[in-house]
């Protein structure tokens, strides 16, 4: 049974750091593509940040580049996502996804799969 267990995430102020992991089970965690993706109220859920199964090659949205960073760790089967200057606009549920693609990054939903239940995230101003 596949699983992806998100962790870490809670109530910051602006400015603070946070760090999110994602636990994978029963999925082929190390040879495929990851992402973290985050939806607000009444917002469509947004690519965060995406991962090659090597780690050579990443994505970030505009709004996350330079205060946000994504790694994994392959033989731990765990993604991570490391939450720098944190803003309001960051409050969101964020949400690990596994993909079935092993070339390189994807950015289409469609590709993942594998999806986790979700962790809040909320920054207070």
């Known amino acids: 049974q596949v699983q992806l267990v998100e962790s870490g995430g809670g109530l910051v102020q602006a400015g603070d750091s946070l760090r999110l992991s994602c636990a994978a089970s029963?999925?082929?965690?190390?040879?495929?593509?990851m992402g973290w993706l985050r939806q607000a109220p009444g917002k469509e859920r947004e690519f965060v940040a995406v991962?090659?199964?090597?780690?050579?090659?990443?994505y970030y949205a505009d709004s996350v580049k330079g205060r946000f960073t994504i790694s994994r760790d392959n033989p731990k089967r765990t993604l991570y996502l490391q939450m720098n200057s944190l803003k309001p606009e960051d409050t969101a549920v964020y949400y690990c996804?596994?993909?079935?693609?092993?070339?390189?990054?994807?950015?289409?939903?469609?590709?993942?799969?594998?999806w986790g239940q979700g962790t809040q995230v909320t920054v207070s101003s």
């Open positions: 996804a596994g993909s079935d693609y092993s070339s390189g990054i994807t950015l289409s939903r469609r590709q993942y799969t594998y």
């Open positions: 029963g999925v082929s965690f190390s040879r495929n593509a």
């Open positions: 991962i090659s199964w090597s780690g050579d090659t990443t």
